[in-house]
């Protein structure tokens, strides 16, 4: 079991591009309702490690990984200072603070008053738990049926 004393948050780096593909990769294919579609795979192609080393040099992308002795255990990408891009936990240690600190820490990081998401339909109570109210219908996009949510902070 991880605890958040087990774990360190920090940029992402490029020798980090592989488990970040991986790991995305694997949660993509959990959620597309079709792997088979054309739409799925260039969708899939996208998360390869090539285009995930792209991203985490370009500008508007903001990568923040966690890592525990045994590796990478978590990232979060920010797209336009607003917008989770990507957030996505291994296997096996989920419900342990992970994807918490990373949102914590990536909207530390950002002085945008709101953020949007669309979340997969299984992480929606995920994302409800950090506040995120459905801010419309579920969609399918890239094989993936999820639900446009927003976050607005206190205060702001």
């Known amino acids: 079991m991880i605890s958040p004393m087990n774990f360190t948050i920090r940029n992402a780096k490029i020798p980090d591009a592989g488990a970040i593909s991986r790991l995305v990769t ?25 285009a995930t080393i792209e991203r985490i040099g370009a500008a508007g992308f903001s990568y923040y990984v966690a890592e525990s002795p045994a590796g990478l255990c978590g990232v979060i990408v920010i797209r336009g200072g ?49 506040g995120f109210i459905a801010s419309g219908a579920p969609q399918s996009r890239n094989g993936i049926t999820f639900v446009p949510m927003e976050y607005s902070r206190p205060g702001k």
Do not use: C
């Open 26 to 50: 694997y949660w993509a294919r959990q959620h597309i309702d079709d792997p088979t579609s054309s739409e799925a795979k260039a969708y899939l192609d996208t998360l390869a490690a090539a």
């Open 82 to 130: 607003s917008r989770i891009h990507h957030l996505f936990v291994q296997p096996g240690i989920h419900k342990q603070g992970v994807a918490r600190a990373l949102w914590e820490h990536a909207m530390a990081r950002s002085d945008s008053p709101t953020f949007v998401v669309n979340s997969s339909l299984p992480a929606i109570p995920v994302y409800e738990r950090f």
